[in-house]
């Protein structure tokens, strides 16, 4: 099964769900296994999609390993026509985001489908039917699964490969999804940086002269002593980002999942902590691109038996020459003096030296006026822009 080029139209009528079409909940390995591997076909002819591992997308959506079940409810539905599988979608009822935010907004998510908007139509109303049960009156997104992993739908900046841990589709997702009476709610955005690029001299100016008179020290994590590190990083975090928009703070179970994921990949030069007096109050955290080593792989570390993927993610590993600058956070009360800048710097001289051609800071709201002027400060611009999108029920 190949993608087709051709974008469909959206039209002001919702598409006629096809009668030979049928759309009904995952049972069982095999079908879950079908739901996983859904866009191995579907990406076949796409040059910049990364295949996912499966065993890491499997983990993924296993409740006993991804400790977002430990909140939050997931149905997964198959569409098939005859003996083919055409699309799917998962429905996601996340109590902490309607405790936080109020509302009882639920998601859709992990939505792959053929370029046909009536599968979309039939696939997002099984969704919506099992978010209405639940007592849902709206629906966000794609969020895979919440607002702390990757959610949003590529809209433009298809000519170059996903970052890590950010999503990529092809362009007529949009059209599928806009046809079916799904609206914007929210654009993000990427930023492409390299490492040769030259901020200007009173951006660096002023930074240096905030550094000395307000006594900021920046230091690598200190991955000795990683259980206290996380718990200053956590509080950072949450304390960043908590009037940000869709944002839920991470339970503990998931930071620390989080940060045994990353311990495998994160250079302690580029997990930089910003103390003030002694206090940490800001932190960045930048990591190898390692979807430039896992596209290797093609989505399996073993084939017949043999390590061949595990070889070649190995090996493409040692060629990894991006980043990407996942987290950048200051606590409240610290905004605004400088330390962005600080951060951003120190980690642009850092990557030079580590040899880096440069990478992506990834994802802003569009919205985050502050924080994307920083970003365009040091001579960024922006890649690519990722839409959540929303429909009432």
């Known amino acids: 099964m190949a993608l087709h080029a051709e974008s469909s139209q959206p039209s002001h009528a919702s598409p006629p769900m096809p009668s030979d079409v049928q759309v009904t909940p995952v049972r069982g390995e095999?079908?879950?296994?079908?739901?996983?591997?859904?866009?191995?076909?579907?990406?076949?002819?796409?040059?910049?999609?990364?295949?996912?591992?499966?065993?890491?997308r499997r983990d993924f959506l296993d409740p006993k390993k991804n400790p977002f079940f430990e909140y939050g409810e997931l149905e997964l539905f198959l569409a098939r026509r005859g003996p083919d599988v055409v699309g799917r979608i998962a429905a996601i009822r996340n109590p902490r985001h309607m405790e936080i935010h109020g509302t009882k907004e639920g998601f859709f998510g992990l939505f792959e489908c053929v370029n046909d908007a009536g599968i979309t139509r039939s696939l997002l109303e099984a969704a919506a039917s099992w978010l209405r049960q639940r007592g849902m009156n709206a629906m966000l997104?794609?969020?895979?699964?919440?607002?702390?992993?990757?959610?949003?739908?590529?809209?433009?900046?298809?000519?170059?490969?996903?970052?890590?841990?950010?999503?990529?589709?092809?362009?007529?997702?949009?059209?599928?999804?806009?046809?079916?009476?799904?609206?914007?709610?929210?654009?993000?955005?990427?930023?492409?940086?390299?490492?040769?690029?030259?901020?200007?001299?009173?951006?660096?100016?002023?930074?240096?002269?905030?550094?000395?008179?307000?006594?900021?020290?920046?230091?690598?994590?200190?991955?000795?002593?990683?259980?206290?590190?996380?718990k200053r990083i956590r509080d950072i975090y949450n304390s960043a980002w908590e009037k940000n928009w869709g944002?839920?703070?991470?339970?503990?179970?998931?930071?620390?999942?989080?940060?045994?994921?990353?311990?495998?990949v994160v250079r302690p030069e580029l997990a930089l902590m910003a103390e003030v007096q002694g206090e940490p109050v800001a932190f960045s955290l930048t990591v190898p691109d390692a979807n430039q080593a896992i596209?290797?792989?093609?989505?399996?570390?073993?084939?017949?038996?043999?390590?061949?993927?595990?070889?070649?993610?190995a090996?493409?590993?040692r060629r990894i020459n991006r980043l990407r600058l996942i987290i950048l956070g200051i606590k409240e009360g610290y905004r605004r003096r400088g330390l962005d800048a600080i951060l951003y710097l120190d980690t642009l001289r850092t990557a030079?030296?580590?040899?880096?051609?440069?990478?992506?800071?990834?994802?802003?709201?569009?919205?985050?006026?502050?924080?994307?002027?920083?970003?365009?400060?040091?001579?960024?611009?922006?890649?690519?822009?990722?839409?959540?999108?929303?429909?009432?029920?």
């Not at 596209?295 to 993610?313: C, D, E, H, Q």
């Open 141 to 230: 997104g794609p969020a895979n699964l919440s607002s702390n992993q990757d959610w949003g739908l590529l809209i433009d900046g298809f000519d170059t490969p996903p970052a890590v841990m950010m999503p990529h589709n092809p362009p007529y997702y949009a059209a599928l999804l806009e046809a079916c009476g799904l609206t914007k709610a929210k654009d993000l955005y990427a930023y492409e940086l390299s490492s040769s690029a030259q901020p200007p001299e009173k951006v660096v100016r002023i930074a240096e002269k905030l550094r000395v008179r307000d006594g900021v020290v920046v230091r690598p994590v200190n991955l000795k002593d990683l259980d206290a590190e996380v």
């Open 247 to 264: 944002f839920v703070p991470f339970t503990d179970a998931e930071f620390d999942h989080l940060a045994k994921e990353l311990k495998t």
């Open 315 to 317: 090996l493409a590993s």
């Open 295 to 313: 596209r290797a792989a093609n989505g399996r570390l073993t084939t017949f038996g043999l390590p061949i993927g595990l070889v070649k993610l």
């Open 352 to 393: 030079k030296r580590l040899g880096y051609v440069g990478g992506e800071i990834s994802w802003t709201l569009e919205d985050n006026h502050l924080v994307n002027r920083a970003i365009e400060s040091m001579g960024a611009q922006r890649s690519k822009t990722y839409r959540v999108y929303t429909r009432a029920l």
């Open 30 to 56: 095999a079908e879950r296994m079908q739901f996983i591997r859904l866009p191995y076909a579907l990406y076949q002819s796409d040059p910049h999609w990364v295949a996912p591992l499966e065993m890491e």
